[in-house]
Structure formats: C-alpha cells, structure tokens
C-alpha cells in the first residue's frame, strides 16, 4: 500500500483531483468508481475547474459510484444521486447515460445490485475507485463485519455511520437505515484504489487500515489485499502510523518514472 502524507487537506483533495485528470487525461474512456461524504467534495470542485478552465473532458468517462440509500430518491437531501448531481455530474459534459448509481428505489433490490455488478462488467471493470473512510473502518458501507469477498447488495448502516451522516436529514426525519453498496470484493478488482482521509478524528481508522491486521471487523484493511492502493492522507490523519517517516522517505525517493501526475 502506498501511504502519501501530505500538508493539508487541501492538498490531498488535490492530489486525488490530479490523479483523476492524469488518468482521464490518459484514457478519455477511462472507467471512474466515485464516492460521496464530506471529504471528496473538494476533489470534485477541483475536477470542474480543470473542466473549465483546462478543458479536461469527462465526454468518454463511465462512472459507478459505491453506494446509494435505499427507500429516498433524487429530490430527497440525503440522495447519493443529488449529491453527486450537484457536486459534479451537473458541471461536467459526462453523459447522463454514462453515469451510474444503485437505485435505492428498486422495488427488486436484490436484482438491482446484480444488475449494478453486471454494468461494471459490461463496461470493463473500474479503472479507478476513489474512497472515502468512516470512523468504524466501512469502505463504501461495507460496515464492520462485513464479508471481505461480499459484492453489491444491501446493508444495515451501523449506528456510528448513522450519526455521522445525519446532517442531511431534515429535522424529525431520521436516515434511511438501509443502503445499496458496492461489496468488498467489488471494490477490490477495481484496478487502482485511492482513499483519502482527512483530519485527526480519521486517524484512528487509517492506522488500523495500514497497520492494524487484516479483518472483516475493519473493512478497509482489505485494501492491504490490493496490488496497487494509494492512501492520500493529511498530517492530522496521520497522526498515529508508526511507520509514518518511512512513508514520508518513500514518496521523496520515489523514481520520476514511478510519479503519475
Ligand atoms: C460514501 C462512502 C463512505 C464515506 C465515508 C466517509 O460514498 O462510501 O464510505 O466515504 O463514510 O465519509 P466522510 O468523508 O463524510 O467522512
């Protein structure tokens, strides 16, 4: 896994927006696995200035992002769809037909989810997966316990993510309780992951992600499995690897050739 410390938030909102260009860049086709919360908003608001002011095209680009509440639709605050609408898809030229999420609306929510894995494969596979991290250690909402092999389907937020992501619900209305995620072993043959991580309260969770054992009892140390993970984290995120200056010597000795932006 590669660990990439980096000075602010900021600049790791950066680094994960230059990583999404450079492979757009690349590979206008290119196949994106987004994710949605607080802490990738500034990686979107900074793809839409490239789109703007550099002219980088999303025209070519699939998306399927990991998760979507099941029983609200688009027009509900907590949407997955709306978010990604308006942080996003809105500002950008991707098709609106190259865009996917899972309907949590699905009256059959079992064959929507099989339906979701067999549109990742139709369209390839994922070339890129952008993660966020909750407290708990869920990718995606793949919560603790969680089958490290599981694929899409639905799952039962813990009460640690509910009260994380409550803000978006009205006053008197509670989350949905349910979601539709992308599995563990969905999001581990995406070809590359990126996660990032943001602020002392994610240090806990990125430490046990690098450095803790590998367990279904905190769902992103599958990405220990993974052949080629990068974790962009900031100073505060950081704060309790142990092998942090290790990390730090090995992105300033990384090879020109290995760099990717
Ligand atoms: C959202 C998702 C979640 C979030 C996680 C962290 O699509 O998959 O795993 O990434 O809950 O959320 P924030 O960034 O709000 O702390």
Redesign the pocket.
């Given at each position: 896994m590669e660990v990439l410390i980096l000075p602010s938030g900021r600049e790791v909102c950066e680094q994960a927006a230059r990583i999404i260009a450079h492979l757009v860049g690349a590979r206008p086709g290119a196949v994106l696995g987004l994710?949605?919360?607080?802490?990738?908003r500034p990686i979107y608001a900074e793809l839409v200035r490239r789109h703007r002011e550099t002219g980088l095209s999303f025209r070519g680009v699939t998306t399927f992002?990991?998760?979507e509440y099941v029983g609200i639709d688009a027009t509900h605050p907590c949407s997955?769809r709306r978010y990604m609408a308006e942080a996003f898809f809105d500002h950008v030229d991707v098709p609106a037909a190259q865009v996917h999420l899972p309907n949590g609306m699905a009256a059959d929510i079992p064959g929507e989810c099989d339906a979701y894995e067999a549109a990742i494969g139709a369209a390839g596979g994922i070339d890129l997966q952008l993660?966020?991290?909750?407290r708990d250690g869920?990718?995606?909402?793949n919560e603790p316990s969680s089958s490290l092999g599981s694929r899409t389907r639905i799952k039962t937020l813990s009460a640690v993510?509910r009260a994380?992501?409550r803000g978006c619900a009205p006053a008197g209305e509670e989350l949905p309780g349910h979601v539709i995620?992308m599995g563990i072993g969905t999001i581990l043959e995406a070809r590359r992951c990126v996660l990032v991580a943001i602020g002392a309260h994610?240090a806990d969770a990125v430490v046990e992600t690098v450095e803790g054992p590998l367990r279904a009892f905190f769902p992103a140390s599958a990405l220990q499995l993974h052949p080629h993970a990068t974790l962009l984290v900031d100073e505060a995120a950081a704060g309790r690897l142990a092998l942090r200056d290790y990390y730090r010597s090995v992105a300033a000795a990384k090879p020109a050739w290995q760099r990717e932006d």
């Open positions: 994710a949605t919360g607080s802490t990738p992002n990991l998760d997955y993660l966020g991290i909750g869920h990718i995606g909402f993510t994380a992501n995620t994610k």
